[in-house]
């Protein structure tokens, strides 16, 4: 019996990183707004915003690493952090610049633009943390801490230029829900958003 749960758990993982890993990459190259791609914002005054959804691919990669491998290597993790938390903190800036130049929101999109971004953040932080903290898998942070950089940043990017999406925002829709949905999951699994929990799970995540 257990031997077939974990075996529908790895489908649902292959099935999780099938889905996500097409649609992230596919988003790179389809246009999000003004019929501009993230590939093509790389070299155009929007490269900040769109560097991250590149994130797609470094977490597809330790994803399939990972799997085969069973684990991640200490400088494969610390570059995770690291660039993870230059993100985030670009994240940040932007939230701070835009109140700065801005003021505080005035209306209810402006609210999400400040709120959900760091909101993301904040949860990526408590599970990241948490789970070291409690000798959970430290693959998990690492993918989960850039899973939560390509929420924040697409988050923002999506209120952003709310009612000028084109197929390529879609595409990260579907890929920032599968992120959503796999950090809410794994995090339940390894007792982060509630008591108990495993700390074996590279056949679930």
Do not use: H
Request: proline share 3%; hydrophobic share 55%; charged share 10%.
């Amino acid at each position: 019996m257990e031997t077939g749960m974990m075996g529908t758990n790895r489908y649902i993982s292959l099935l999780f990183l099938i889905v996500a890993g097409t649609a992230g990459m596919a988003a790179l190259f389809l246009p999000f707004t003004w019929d501009v791609s993230p590939a093509e914002a790389v070299v155009s005054e929007l490269f900040q915003l769109a560097i991250p959804f590149f994130f797609s691919v470094l977490v597809c990669a330790a994803y399939v690493r990972w799997m085969i491998s069973g684990l991640l290597s200490r400088p494969e993790r610390a570059i995770t952090y690291v660039v993870s938390s230059l993100v985030a903190l670009r994240v940040l800036f932007w939230i701070i610049l835009g109140l700065k130049d801005e003021g505080w929101p005035s209306d209810v999109q402006g609210w999400l633009l400040v709120a959900i971004p760091l909101l993301m953040l904040l949860f990526g932080v408590y599970v990241v943390v948490k789970n070291l903290r409690n000798k959970g898998p430290k693959e998990v942070s690492a993918v989960m801490a850039m899973q939560i950089v390509y929420l924040s940043n697409a988050l923002f990017c999506l209120i952003v230029f709310f009612g000028g999406w084109q197929i390529g925002a879609y595409f990260v829709v579907v890929t920032s829900g599968v992120y959503l949905i796999q950090i809410v999951l794994v995090s339940v699994k390894l007792g982060i958003l509630r008591g108990g929990g495993t700390n074996s799970i590279v056949s679930d995540f």
